[in-house]
C-alpha cells in the first residue's frame, strides 16, 4: 500500500491517533510491540491477522455507567452492552491509518474463533501496551478507569511502543487491607471459591502469591443468554416431540432474552459484574454527586 503520508513521525502519527481515539470516548490508549506477543499460541499473534505488522494499538473505554453499577437489577447490563462503542472507535482508527496514512490496519474482531478461542488475546495486548492489568477475574483494570471494554487494532504502521505498568493494579491498596483483616478482598468475598463461587488467593507482600480463578464455573454463570444459551434451547426444542411444550419452550422469557441479548449487546458480556461491581480501583467515578 502506497504511503501518503511521509511528513508526520511515528510519535506525531501515535499522537494524532491518540487524540483520534479520546475525542472519540476512548479512556485509555496504548501501544504494543507485536514481538512481544510470545504468552500467545502460535496462530494467534498479531502477524497471524497482519502479516508484516509493526504496532499493535489497545484502547479501552465504554465502560458501563454510574447508574448501572447503581441499579439493583443487574440483568439489564446484559441486555446493553456497550463494548460495541469502542469497536467502533478502534475501526475509525483503522479507517485514519489506512485512508491518512497508507498503512495496514485490522480491527481485531470482539467475537471468538474456532475453538472459541479470541483471534487475539485483548488482555495480553492491554498488558503490553500499559493499558492496565489483569484483575483476579482476569479482566484487564486500567489504574484510573478500573474496568474498561477493549478493542485491538493491528497495523503495519510502525509506532513508538509504551511498556507494561511497572505495578499490578490488582490488588488494591483497599483489598489488601481488607485481607490482612479478613482473609478476602472484595471479589473473593462475593465469588469465594470454597462456597460455590470462582474466585481465591493468598495475598504476601502486597501482591496475589497463590491466586485461582474457576473460569469454567465462571463462563457458566455468565453465559445464561446469548449464543450459547441460543445454541442450548435450539437444540432442545428440536428434539421436543410434544408440540404444545415446544412452544412454550421457544416463547419462553429465557429464549425471549437470549434473543434480546444477541440482538442488543454485539458480544456477550465476559463478566456477571459482581466481582466488578465490588472492586475499588475506580469506586470514585461510579458515584454521582446526588
Ligand atoms: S464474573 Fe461473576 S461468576 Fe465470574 S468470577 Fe466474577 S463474580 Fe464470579
Ligand atoms: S476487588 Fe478488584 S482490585 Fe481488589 S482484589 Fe478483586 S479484582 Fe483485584
Not at 479507517?95 to 491518512?100: M, S, V, Y
Not at 501496551?129 to 493491528?154: E, K, M
Not at 483497599?174 to 478482598?185: A, F, L, Q, S, W
Not at 471459591?193 to 454463570?221: F, H, M, P, V
Request: glycine fraction near 8%; charged fraction near 25%.
Amino acid at each position: 500500500m502506497k504511503n501518503r503520508d511521509n511528513s508526520a513521525s511515528g510519535p506525531d502519527k501515535k499522537l494524532s491517533l491518540e487524540k483520534t481515539a479520546r475525542k472519540a470516548g476512548a479512556l485509555v490508549f496504548g501501544v504494543a510491540d507485536p514481538d512481544q506477543f510470545t504468552a500467545a499460541p502460535v496462530g494467534r499473534r498479531p502477524r497471524d491477522l497482519l502479516p508484516g505488522a509493526k504496532s499493535v494499538i489497545v484502547i479501552g473505554g465504554a465502560k458501563p455507567r454510574a447508574g448501572d453499577w447503581a441499579s439493583p437489577k443487574f440483568e439489564h447490563m446484559e441486555l446493553s452492552s456497550t463494548n460495541d462503542r469502542i469497536t467502533a472507535i478502534a475501526m475509525k482508527l483503522s479507517h485514519t491509518i489506512e485512508r491518512e496514512f497508507g498503512y495496514y490496519a485490522v480491527t481485531t474482531p470482539p467475537g471468538v474463533d474456532e475453538g472459541q478461542q479470541p483471534f487475539l488475546s485483548m488482555s495480553l495486548a492491554a498488558e503490553l501496551a500499559g493499558c492496565g492489568t489483569r484483575s483476579l477475574a482476569g479482566t484487564i483494570l486500567s489504574p484510573d478507569h478500573g474496568f474498561v471494554y477493549l478493542a485491538v487494532v493491528i497495523t503495519t504502521l510502525p509506532l513508538p511502543f509504551d511498556k507494561p505498568l511497572d505495578k499490578p493494579v490488582c490488588p488494591a491498596k483497599p483489598c489488601i487491607d481488607m485481607y490482612e483483616e479478613t482473609g478476602r478482598t472484595p471479589c473473593t468475598a462475593v465469588c469465594d471459591a470454597s462456597s460455590g463461587g470462582c474466585l481465591s488467593g493468598k495475598i504476601e507482600n502486597g501482591q496475589w502469591q497463590d491466586r485461582y480463578y474457576d473460569a469454567a464455573r465462571c463462563t457458566a454463570r455468565v453465559y445464561n443468554h446469548w449464543i450459547p444459551s441460543f445454541q442450548k434451547i435450539l437444540a432442545d426444542s428440536l428434539d421436543e416431540p410434544d408440540k404444545e411444550t415446544r412452544r412454550m419452550k421457544v416463547n419462553s422469557g429465557l429464549f425471549t432474552r437470549t434473543l434480546w441479548s444477541m440482538t442488543y449487546a454485539n458480544i456477550s458480556q465476559g463478566q456477571c459484574f459482581e466481582c466488578i461491581r465490588v472492586c475499588p480501583v475506580d469506586a470514585e467515578t461510579r458515584k454521582l454527586g446526588k
